[in-house]
């Protein structure tokens, strides 16, 4: 696990990404979001906000009809509707089930207190593209799109510039594409369809 990097070449850079054949990366909510639309999806959206402040072990929920799970090694704490790392060595991973074609985040670094600190940020996807940049705003975002496979998880680590300070991996919203509700009752009619010839 990540704990110092080298930050020499890092701070030079405002974004690099490793994407896989079939994956996009996007800096843009309004550009991800039209690719998820043009997809024939729609953007759906967790705010964190009805989750209590405090620390626990995983955090769950649902975005339409997609299950999401956020666990760290050392669990989670939760302040002002952004959950963030417990430890800041630790990496903040989420799962989805069913996997999806789509996600983004406001991710970033913060301290303890959960206040903003410029960060170096990475963000792993399930089939390797990943995503490295600087962060230092809770509007920050990252959006991922792929057109080959599901993504199945999303890991965050967040490290200080100068390797100084600790940073903890934050999010402030899980934005994710999900059917369209007149496509998902389709998939739902088409299920019943095959469980009652199989009758």
């Not at 890991?155 to 998902?184: H, K, M, Q, R």
């Given at each position: ?22 994956v ?12 998820v639309?043009?997809?024939g999806?729609t ?46 060595l ?44 600087i ?12 057109s ?52």
């Open positions: 696990m990540m704990s110092r990097i080298a930050f020499s070449t890092v701070t030079s850079m405002a974004m690099a990404c490793a994407a896989s054949a079939g996009t990366v996007s800096d843009s909510l309004a550009v991800w979001s039209n690719q639309t043009s997809g999806e953007v759906g959206v967790e705010t964190f906000n009805s989750i209590s402040a405090g620390w626990y072990p995983s955090l769950s929920g649902t975005v339409s009809n997609t299950y999401w799970t956020a666990t760290a090694d050392s669990g989670l704490m939760v302040s002002q509707g952004a959950p963030q790392t417990f430890n800041a630790d990496s903040m991973v989420f799962t989805f089930s069913p996997g999806v074609r789509a996600v983004a985040g406001n991710i970033f670094g913060s301290r303890a207190d959960h206040t903003v600190l410029p960060s170096f940020v990475n963000v792993t996807l399930s089939d390797g593209t990943s995503w490295d940049a962060t230092n705003d809770v509007n920050d975002f990252v959006g991922f799109y792929s080959t496979a599901n993504i199945t998880s999303l890991t965050i680590f967040a490290a200080d510039l100068n390797g100084s300070e600790p940073v903890f991996a934050t999010i402030n919203n899980l934005y994710l594409g999900v059917p369209a509700p007149g496509a998902a009752a389709l998939l739902g009619l088409a299920g019943l369809a095959t469980r009652r010839r199989r009758a």
